[in-house]
């Protein structure tokens, strides 16, 4: 692992040191920074001077430390000297949102230097006359998003549009890496190097563990040059020691709300960042009912009505508002001037997701960011202080996955079928030139190209309606105009539960919220959303009409995603906590107790160890083990492990996972541990269980919706009132039937493996815990058990057991 | 289940059996269905229609019907009759040798397919039950019929589980879709509204037994007016 104070610190060797003095800024842009007493900073300048020698280069920087200027001077600088003819820069950001506040920034600098150079946004609310006229006419600076750039490409007159590129900036580029959205830029990218060879990409990063791998993602072969800003402030992160003691389990942190409360007042502003949307709801909640000084606090998150959005987003910018509770919306990007304090509450989970948020206060390098985590329970804590300690070792997350989506590579086929015919071997040779298709073997890719052209059946059903057409050159072509407007209809990687607006009956939008979590609700029913408390008066089409009623205790929506696991190198850093005595000394002195006691009943693991504890309760056997690699992991192990208990005749009868631990419940005593947690796990069940698991059809969905095999569903797909549903489960399980080595069903495979079970990571843990596993037999629940026994009872369904719940439910016979 | 006096057995597959008669009924099997969207462009996996006979060849099979009565939108367009491959004809063919088939019209299938065996009836009366695509608005007593796809949603122990069903209220019962990639529509919906005016009860599919679960049980999704 990299340290982090290399990375604030230290300048890669090489020949950026000799650059430095060469260049200089444009006399036009040098005034620019001289009228507001600004001096630019080093790594801008050597930016520039990379730049200016034709090299690609990665900026990392910390949030607040002008790379995005960095990025962008050496196009200002070109445009000034040689005018423009055609596209010359595209800006690449994750979201819409940075494209439009770099658009006013560039605007202004454009503006006021004289630079002649026309800049726009192309995003999906850019209206369509204007996107048409982009097409034929592009502006000299084009700001967007990877969805727009794929979509651009996929014309046919790509070739006019990117012919002239000179630089591709891509922003936020750790966000994009090892996502499908960046999967599907990097594809975009190797059109973009085909279409206008020799161009520049710079990439602007955050601090990360493993710029390298940053690096190898930009990198078309021509090599990037790394170049990091000097280092910041050091931050100053507490965790609060509220007065309450720090319940065992739980996530809405209330026994903390007066503290949080006091701190919030005590500063100027403040961000209280939390982990999900549901969260920000209650902590909201709880704010404002002790907000004895009414203090304006308001609320922000991505379900939110846009307009209520930037109303909050323009009041904390006006410096009107003393505090925003909000989710990862405002982790990146947008500037929102001095914040003087960020809470976070609830367990971070990432080193690098800390530091983000905490970059988000100050927001000047040289001043310290000021931050205050609030754990909502005990392993919490120990999860913070995990990242305190991993933060103040200087050791950083890892890098996510690096295999490129099947579904992706699906996308990009028929994208570039839809610009003209290709040649599957040219294609091929570009496509492995993308990072994460780099291991692609060609096989794999003929499947893709034949699932595109036909849906890859073995029967050659579908040879009369093939979306590709075969030319006598070699070359393939798209069989019809309706298939690439359809493309473009269906294009994206981004596939999101439908979503319905919250309206209330006078018509106003107050936002939008997962559609599952309003079938879920009966009329009358009611639910907190957008800070207020709701009633469900129906469903009208796509709209959840709504009124406002009084529940102290209102349903909170459950939102898909936002909760993450703790990273591989928190929960290190948490086993180390409870492995070395020496750590705990800063622990509160309830945590600390709580240990003691633990240490004394059962025992604590050590750093590799998997501790097991076996007890029996209410007439059946627990056992309940701490692997502390999250709860999709745990889960996956929680469904290997039951199994396999059955065939040991154990009996098992359900089980529970947390991010820390995983309790199981059996009507016998396992006596062979060892045998139970074994890695051929892994091998031998995994498969078998897979293929019959919801999850898979999960992530069959959102594959088969990316790879084109379905179009999406749009809004107001429910307009005719006699809905037919015609799920894509029905699909799956013909095709898992008839089919069941079909492309898309390795694709969904490989992604519920990758994203929902984690596989590879309970793997590590399997490796790592072999021959040290600390068994304890006990007579009752230990203290460190405590947490996940509370959550006995709240587990979900597996979906093996839908049958016994249909039979539970009763009826005549 | 009892329909217009007549003890019928509705089968976890979705077929209703009228063992006393030697009959069994299925409704829309939609066959051709993933090949009419592959025209339109989604290249579906072209096997529902394959699957589908399987299932309902399972059903004969364990059944051993004299009669096997389909009630229409057996075929899902007008194309899917003629693109049938020669494995499913042959399939279709080797069902319906020694059985009185019927086919009864549908508003996806209004036209007899001419090359199979089989009768083609508008409607089909038997005993005291009438057999026919669509229920009517007037009330028939004993009108056995398919063409909602009726689907239900129960909510044992906090979960929301949904099923395609059957729904009766003694005097007629509606089949359930059979059909692979023949969608479901929640019993609530307006399409049922006068239907059964005293309430009914329904018969979820694909578990291991078939209960009957009061009408008022079911879930109603917020979605459908009241």
């Given at each position: 692992m ?9 300048t890669?060797?090489?020949?950026e ?11 036009a ?17 050597d930016?520039l ?6 090299h690609?280069c990665?900026?990392?920087a ?5 790379k995005t ?10 445009l000034a000297?040689?005018g ?13 949102a ?12 454009v503006?006021e ?16 006359a204007?996107?048409r ?7 000299d ?20 549009i990117?012919?002239h ?10 966000e994009?890496?090892?996502t499908?959205?960046g ?7 190797t059109?973009?190097s085909?279409l206008?060879?020799?161009h520049?990409?710079i990439?602007?990063s955050a ?7 940053l ?6 072969g021509?090599?990037?040059m790394?170049?990091?800003?000097d ?5 100053d992160?507490?965790?609060?020691e509220?007065g ?26 403040a ?5 999900t ?6 902590v909201?909640?709880?704010l404002?009912?002790i907000n004895?000084d ?10 939110l009505?846009r ?5 909050v987003e ?22 929102w ?5 960020v809470?976070?509450i609830?367990a971070?989970?990432?080193?690098a ?6 970059g988000?206060?100050g927001?000047?390098m040289?001043?310290p960011?000021?931050?205050?985590l609030?754990?909502?329970n005990?392993f919490?804590?120990?999860?913070c202080?995990?990242?305190?300690d991993?933060?103040?070792e200087?050791?950083?997350?890892g890098?996510p ?10 996308q990009?086929v028929?994208?570039?079928a839809a610009?003209?015919?290709?040649d ?14 780099a291991?692609?073997?060609?096989g794999?890719?003929d499947r893709?190209?034949?699932y595109?052209?036909?849906?890859g059946?073995a029967?050659?059903a579908?040879e009369?309606f093939?979306?590709?057409?075969a030319?006598d050159?070699?070359t393939l ?35 939008e919220?997962e ?7 009966s009329?009358?029913?009611?639910f907190a959303?957008?800070g207020?408390?709701w009633a469900l008066?129906?469903?009208?089409q ?14 909170v929506p ?6 993450f696991?703790?990273t591989t190198n ?5 086993r180390?906590i409870?492995?070395e005595?020496?750590?705990?000394a800063?622990l ?10 633990q ?6 693991p ?11 309760r209410?007439?059946k ?6 692997p502390?690699e999250g709860r999709?992991?745990?889960?996956t ?17 359900g ?13 016998r005593?396992?006596?062979d541990?060892?045998t139970?947690v ?8 995994l ?8 999850l ?5 969905r959102?594959?088969a919706t990316?790879?084109?095999l379905i179009?999406?569903?749009?809004p107001g ?11 894509t489960?029905?699909?799956?399980d013909?095709?898992?039937?008839h ?5 898309l069903l390795?694709a ?11 596989t590879r ?11 040290r596993i600390l068994?304890?037999?006990?007579d009752?629940v ?7 026994m509370l ?10 057991a839908l049958?016994d719940?249909?039979?539970?439910f009763g009826?005549?016979? | 289940?009892?329909?217009n006096?007549?003890a019928?057995?509705?089968d976890?597959t ?11 009924a299925?409704?829309d099997?939609?066959?051709g269905k993933g ?7 989604s290249?579906l996996?072209?096997?529902d ?16 019907p004299?009669c ?7 075929f899902h ?31 996806h299938?209004?036209?007899p397919p001419?090359?199979?065996s ?6 089909f009366?038997?005993?005291?039950l009438t057999?026919?695509?669509e ?9 056995v019929?398919?063409?909602?796809h009726?689907?239900?949603?129960i ?17 007629r019962?509606i ?6 990639y ?5 019993v609530?919906?307006?399409a ?8 009914f ?8 037994e ?8 079911l879930v109603r ?6």
């Amino acid at each position: 692992m990299k340290s982090l104070h290399d990375d604030l610190h230290v300048t890669a060797p090489g020949p950026e040191s000799c650059l430095r003095h060469s260049t200089s800024l444009p006399e036009a842009v040098g005034h620019w920074f001289m009228a507001r007493g600004w001096q630019p900073r080093r790594h801008q300048l050597d930016t520039l001077a990379a730049m200016t020698q034709g090299h690609s280069c990665l900026v990392i920087a910390p949030t607040g430390g002008g790379k995005t200027m960095a990025g962008f001077l050496f196009s200002l600088a070109d445009l000034a000297s040689s005018g423009g003819s055609g596209l010359h820069t595209l800006y690449v950001a994750p979201l819409k949102a940075l494209c439009v506040d770099m658009a006013r920034n560039l605007g202004a600098v454009v503006d006021e230097t004289g630079i002649s150079a026309r800049i726009e946004t192309r995003t999906g609310d850019t209206p369509q006359a204007c996107r048409r006229r982009q097409r034929s006419d592009p502006p000299d600076i084009l700001l967007t998003t990877p969805e727009s750039v794929a979509l651009l490409a996929s014309w046919p007159e790509a070739g006019h549009i990117f012919g002239h590129l000179r630089v591709v900036i891509v922003d936020e580029i750790h966000e994009l890496a090892g996502t499908k959205r960046g999967d599907q830029l990097a594809l975009a990218l190797t059109r973009l190097s085909a279409l206008s060879p020799g161009h520049r990409r710079i990439g602007l990063s955050a601090t990360v563990a493993e710029p390298m791998k940053l690096r190898s993602y930009l990198d078309d072969g021509a090599g990037v040059m790394i170049i990091r800003a000097d280092g910041g402030a050091f931050p100053d992160i507490t965790i609060m020691e509220a007065g309450n003691r720090i319940p065992l389990a739980g996530h809405t942190a209330r026994h903390a709300v007066p503290d949080i409360y006091r701190a919030i007042r005590d500063v100027g502003t403040a961000l209280v960042f939390v982990n999900t949307r549901s969260q920000a709801e209650r902590v909201f909640q709880d704010l404002w009912e002790i907000n004895d000084d009414n203090l304006g606090i308001a609320l922000h998150h991505g379900s939110l009505a846009r307009e209520q959005r930037l109303k909050v987003e323009s009041a904390m910018a006006e410096g009107s508002l003393r505090a925003v509770v909000a989710t990862s919306t405002l982790d990146l990007g947008v500037d929102w001037g001095a914040v003087d304090l960020v809470v976070q509450i609830g367990a971070p989970k990432g080193v690098a997701r800390m530091l983000q948020r905490i970059g988000r206060a100050g927001h000047r390098m040289d001043e310290p960011s000021r931050a205050l985590l609030v754990p909502a329970n005990r392993f919490e804590l120990l999860e913070c202080q995990a990242v305190l300690d991993a933060i103040g070792e200087g050791v950083l997350d890892g890098a996510p996955r690096e295999r490129g989506g099947i579904d992706v590579l699906a996308q990009h086929v028929l994208a570039t079928a839809a610009s003209g015919p290709f040649d599957p071997d040219t294609l091929y040779r570009d496509v492995i030139k993308a990072p994460p298709y780099a291991s692609l073997e060609r096989g794999l890719f003929d499947r893709i190209v034949d699932y595109v052209a036909t849906g890859g059946y073995a029967l050659a059903a579908y040879e009369r309606f093939r979306r590709l057409t075969a030319c006598d050159d070699g070359t393939l072509r798209i069989s019809n105009e309706a298939t690439a407007r359809r493309f473009r209809m269906n294009a994206g990687t981004i596939v999101e539960d439908a979503r319905l607006k919250v309206r209330m009956r006078n018509g106003k939008v107050i936002g939008e919220v997962e559609e599952h979590f309003v079938l879920g609700l009966s009329v009358g029913e009611t639910f907190a959303f957008a800070g207020d408390v709701w009633a469900l008066v129906g469903i009208r089409q796509t709209d959840a009409i709504v009124t406002r009623a009084r529940d102290r205790d209102p349903r909170v929506p459950v939102y898909g995603g936002g909760s993450f696991p703790p990273t591989t190198n928190v929960a290190g850093f948490l086993r180390k906590i409870l492995a070395e005595p020496d750590r705990r000394a800063v622990l509160p002195d309830d945590v600390r107790e709580w240990l003691d006691i633990q240490t004394k009943l059962s025992a604590l693991p050590g750093v590799d160890d998997l501790l097991v504890e076996t007890f029996p309760r209410a007439g059946k056997m627990f056992l309940v083990a701490f692997p502390f690699e999250g709860r999709p992991a745990h889960q996956t192990l929680g469904m290997l492990m039951t199994r396999r208990m059955e065939r040991m005749g154990a009996g098992p009868l359900g089980f529970v996972a947390n991010d820390y631990a995983l309790a199981i419940w059996s009507l016998r005593r396992v006596l062979d541990i060892e045998t139970l947690v074994d890695e051929s796990l892994l091998l031998e069940d995994l498969d078998d269980w897979l293929a019959g698991s919801s999850l898979l059809k999960r992530s069959f969905r959102k594959v088969a919706t990316v790879a084109g095999l379905i179009e999406r569903q749009h809004p107001g797909y429910r307009k005719t009132g006699r809905q037919v549903t015609f799920s894509t489960d029905l699909i799956y399980d013909v095709l898992r039937r008839h089919e069941p080595d079909h492309v898309l069903l390795e694709a969904a495979r490989k992604e519920a493996m990758d994203t929902l079970l984690e596989t590879r990571r309970l793997e590590d843990m399997l490796v790592r815990v072999r021959g040290r596993i600390l068994q304890r037999d006990l007579d009752t629940v230990s203290p460190l058990a405590l947490p996940v026994m509370l959550e006995v009872g709240r587990q979900m369904v597996a979906s093996s057991a839908l049958d016994d719940l249909i039979d539970a439910f009763g009826g005549d016979p | 289940m009892i329909v217009n006096g007549t003890a019928l057995q509705p089968d976890p597959t979705g077929v209703l059996h009228w063992a006393e008669a030697r009959l069994i009924a299925v409704a829309d099997l939609h066959l051709g269905k993933g090949k009419a969207f592959a025209r339109h462009g989604s290249l579906l996996p072209p096997h529902d229609t394959n699957a589908t006979i399987r299932r309902l060849a399972e059903a004969i099979t364990r059944l051993e019907p004299e009669c096997v009565v389909c009630l229409g939108d057996s075929f899902h367009d007008r194309e899917a009759v003629s693109g049938l491959d020669q494995a499913s004809l042959a399939a279709l063919e080797d069902l319906a040798r020694g059985r009185d088939w019927i086919w009864i019209a549908g508003n996806h299938d209004p036209a007899p397919p001419a090359m199979l065996s089989g009768r083609a009836m508008e409607a089909f009366t038997n005993g005291g039950l009438t057999f026919r695509h669509e229920p009517s608005c007037a009330m028939v007593a004993g009108e056995v019929s398919g063409h909602l796809h009726p689907s239900a949603v129960i909510a044992p122990k906090g979960t929301r589980i949904r099923r395609r069903c059957f729904a009766s209220d003694g005097r007629r019962v509606i089949l359930p879709a059979f059909g692979a990639y023949a969608g479901g529509l929640d019993v609530h919906e307006r399409a049922f509204s006068g239907l059964f005016p005293a309430g009914f009860d329904v018969w979820l599919v694909g578990g291991r037994e078939m209960r009957r679960i009061r009408g008022n049980r079911l879930v109603r999704p917020a979605w459908i007016e009241s």
